[in-house]
């Protein structure tokens, strides 16, 4: 899985389509397999590079996807192109499709109390087949409680918003008492719940979805900052790649 693996500024992702990604998940799923799926953006890869420990969870996972057109980019930049952009958003919507057509246990943990409560009366509402067998907001005190919670409940997977790096450290923690498909799935509740409206599909196809996000959210301007310092790294690794030639 991890040989066809593409490098960029220390973080190693995986390379194919969504449509290959879909039927691994698939198979994971169904042979209830233990994986561990990180979905870094640029800001997430700036992360990474700071913190060792953090480069390592992330580069140590079952599948690391390229959330973000920037990573897409990058990756052309760096002359090693990769097939497409999965985003985390639709992966959470295929696992959750997946897991209600398979009639499998999920639990869902992190977000706002009025976002993962959404997020659950939609997995009920909309979901039946799926057997939900817990949730709990981002706004706990006792992480060893919950994760004994989410381990004695036995999900197939488990759907994690508590932000990265927060997300992928505390999935890294656990993941290995409980055979389920994990991932850190950030702000994506929120969405998915309702509570906050997707870009609309024609920006999706344009990669806008990060601009109107900004329009929405103008506080985010402060991590869009992270896209023109990465873009601006990702030249200066392409200039020494091509002296090291």
């Known amino acids: 899985m991890h040989k066809n693996r593409i490098n960029i500024l220390g973080t190693e992702f995986d390379n194919f389509t969504e449509k290959q990604f879909h039927l691994y998940l698939d ?3 169904d042979f209830k397999a233990n994986k561990f799926i990180v979905t ?3 800001e997430i890869v700036l992360s990474a590079r700071k913190d060792a420990n953090f480069s390592k969870i992330i580069n140590n996972a079952d599948y690391v996807i390229p959330d973000g057109i920037g990573i897409i980019k990058g990756a052309k930049i760096l002359g090693t192109p990769m097939h497409e952009r999965i985003t985390g958003f639709d992966t959470l919507k ?3 499709e997946a897991a209600n057509r398979k009639l499998l246990k999920v639990y869902i ?3 706002k109390p009025e976002v993962i409560e959404a997020t659950a009366n939609k997995i009920k509402k909309d ?4 057997d939900l067998v817990g949730y709990h907001d981002g706004y706990f005190k006792d992480e060893g409680e919950i994760a004994q919670e989410i381990i004695t409940k036995k999900p197939n997977l488990v759907l994690v918003a508590l932000g990265s790096p927060k997300q992928e450290i505390f999935i890294n923690k656990y993941k290995d008492q409980l055979n389920a498909v994990w991932i850190g799935v ?3 509740f929120d969405v998915f719940s309702g509570t906050k409206k997707r870009a609309p599909k024609i920006m999706q196809k344009l990669n806008l979805e990060w601009f109107y996000r900004l329009v929405k959210e103008p506080t985010r301007f402060g991590r869009m900052l992270a896209i023109p310092k990465y873009l601006n ?3 200066k690794e392409k200039k020494a790649r091509q002296k090291n030639k």
Do not use: A, F, W
């Open 186 to 188: 950030g702000g994506s």
């Open 94 to 96: 295929y696992l959750i």
């Open 40 to 42: 870094p953006n640029p």
């Open 109 to 111: 943990l992190g977000s």
């Open 127 to 130: 979901y039946p087949q799926i």
């Open 27 to 29: 198979n994971d799923l």
């Open 233 to 235: 790294m990702i030249n």
